[in-house]
C-alpha cells in the first residue's frame, strides 16, 4: 500500500461506498469501515469497539453536518479514534450536482489529511473559555467565519462556537498554536 507505513494496521471509517472506492483509487491496500449515513448502526460500533484495541481507527467523514454526527458518534463510542480532516474545498465535486465529500478529493488531499492525523490529548489545552472568546472566537459578526478559517488552517474542521471550543481542547490546542494560526489568517 502506497499510503504512510505506520498507518498500516489502520482501519479507516468512512460513510460509503464511494469513499471507500476513492481511498482504494489510490490507496489499494487500505482497509474500511462504512457507516452507509449519518445514523451509525450499533453493529458497526460495536466492530469498531472490538477493532480499537489492536487496530488503529481513523475516522475520515465529509466535512459537513452529517460528517461531523458520524465523527461524534465513532468518536464517543472509540475515544482513541483519530481524526482526519478535509476541507469543503478540497471535497467539492468537478460535476455539479454531486455531494461534497471524501469521495471527490485530490490524492494530494487524501494524504495529506491521512498523514495529519489529530488525536484526544491526555493533556488539556491551556485555552480558557475567556481566551477563546477574547479571540473572536465564541460570538460576534465575524466569528463563525473566524472559526471556519481556523478550522482550514489547523485542519481540525468546523464547529459551532461550543463545538469548536471543545475540539481545540480534545486536540490539545494551546493558546499559543491558536494565536498564531488567527495571526497568519489576518496576514493573508
Known amino acids: ?10 482501519v ?3 460513510e460509503g461506498k464511494d469513499d471507500t472506492i476513492r481511498l482504494k483509487q489510490f490507496f489499494p491496500g487500505i482497509e474500511t469501515i462504512e457507516t452507509n449515513g449519518s445514523d ?17 481507527i481513523i475516522v475520515f467523514t465529509d466535512p459537513d453536518l452529517n460528517g461531523e454526527r458520524i465523527r461524534r458518534i465513532v468518536t464517543q463510542a472509540v475515544p482513541s479514534a ?9 471535497g467539492v465535486p468537478q460535476k455539479r ?9 485530490s490524492k494530494e488531499v ?3 489529511a491521512l498523514r495529519d492525523l489529530h488525536e484526544a490529548q491526555d493533556i488539556p489545552s491551556d485555552l480558557t473559555r ?19 478559517q481556523v478550522g482550514v488552517k489547523l485542519r481540525i474542521g468546523y464547529g459551532n462556537a ?7 481542547q480534545t486536540f490539545g490546542i494551546t493558546l499559543t498554536e491558536l494565536k498564531q494560526a488567527i495571526e497568519e489568517i489576518k496576514n493573508e
Do not use: C, W
Open 162 to 168: 461550543k463545538q469548536f471550543y471543545k475540539r481545540l
Open 12 to 14: 479507516v471509517v468512512v
Open 130 to 148: 475567556k481566551d477563546y472568546a477574547q479571540l473572536g472566537l465564541a460570538s460576534g459578526a465575524n466569528s463563525r467565519k473566524l472559526r471556519e
Open 82 to 90: 483519530k481524526q482526519a480532516f478535509i476541507t469543503r474545498k478540497e
Open 110 to 112: 487524501l494524504t495529506k
Open 40 to 56: 451509525v448502526p450499533e453493529e458497526v460500533l460495536t466492530e469498531l469497539k472490538a477493532l480499537a484495541p489492536k487496530r488503529e
Open 1 to 10: 500500500m502506497g499510503l504512510i507505513k505506520k498507518h498500516f494496521n489502520a
Open 97 to 105: 450536482g454531486n455531494s461534497l465529500g471524501v469521495e471527490h478529493a
